[in-house]
T-cell receptor, first 111, second 118 residues
Framework: DQQVKQNSPSLSVQEGRISILNCDYT??????FLWYKKYPAEGPTFLIS?????DKNEDGRFTVFLNKSAKHLSLHIVPSQPGDSAVYFC??????????FGTGTRLKVLA | GAGVSQSPRYKVAKRGQDVALRCDPI?????LFWYQQALGQGPEFLTY????????KSGLPSDRFFAERPEGSVSTLKIQRTQQEDSAVYLC????????????????FGNGTRLTVT
């Protein structure tokens, strides 16, 4: 049973526009969420995180929104750049070291 | 070094062979993790070390998998009698903080070892 789901395997966005990547989770005990970015043949790189006491966290072009009642989080990238093309994973934990990852969304930003 | 280093980058093993995958974490990082990433999937937790102590090995798929970190720095993941279903990318990650103190200390991943069992 997948506790963290990324239902869109891929997404294409025009350069300069907003990219919105979505993630749903089923475990209400999750209280910390992260987004990782992965380029081919490299390991995932930490992007941004949010704890369950917040509903928004912003870092430059990246904003993560958390909707606890809907068990949904999203990553907004504005404006999108070609270098943002990568696979994005969301991950969640319930106050422990053990992160549960989604299956990833491949973002392609078109120049 | 500047980041988590894993070797080898690629490993091809015949079914039944033993393999050893190495991870050099970021210097001073207390926590070390091994994850397995199958094709088209997200990373899945295998095991966790706090310094030299293996505190959680609940994700290891079978007793053919063994991990160690004897001096609290370099770690080795060993897979005995490899099977085709072991084919995956094995990711090592380290973190400065330990256990539950990881809110401000996200995982830093290496580039992984791609294991192919033929």
């Amino acid at each position: 049973d997948q506790q963290v789901k990324q239902n869109s395997p891929s997404l294409s966005v025009q350069e300069g526009r907003i990219s919105i990547l979505n993630c749903d989770y089923t475990n209400s005990m999750f209280d910390y969420f992260l987004w990782y970015k992965k380029y081919p043949a490299e390991g995932p790189t930490f992007l941004i995180s949010i704890s369950s006491i917040k509903d928004k966290n912003e870092d430059g072009r990246f904003t993560v929104f958390l909707n606890k009642s809907a068990k949904h989080l999203s990553l907004h990238i504005v404006p999108s750049q070609p270098g943002d093309s990568a696979v994005y994973f969301c991950a969640a934990s319930s106050g422990t070291y053990k992160y549960i990852f989604g299956t990833g969304t491949r973002l392609k930003v078109l120049a | 070094g500047a980041g988590v280093s894993q070797s080898p980058r690629y490993k091809v093993a015949k079914r039944g062979q033993d393999v050893a995958l190495r991870c050099d974490p970021i210097s001073g990082h207390v926590s070390l993790f091994w994850y397995q990433q199958a094709l088209g999937q997200g990373p899945e937790f295998l095991t966790y070390f706090q310094n030299e102590a293996q505190l959680d090995k609940s994700g290891l798929p079978s007793d053919r998998f063994f991990a160690e970190r004897p001096e609290g720095s370099v770690s080795t993941l060993k897979i005995q009698r490899t099977q085709q279903e072991d084919s995956a990318v094995y990711l090592c990650a380290s973190s400065l903080e330990s256990g539950e103190s990881s809110y401000n200390s996200p995982l830093h991943f290496g580039n992984g070892t791609r294991l192919t069992v033929t």
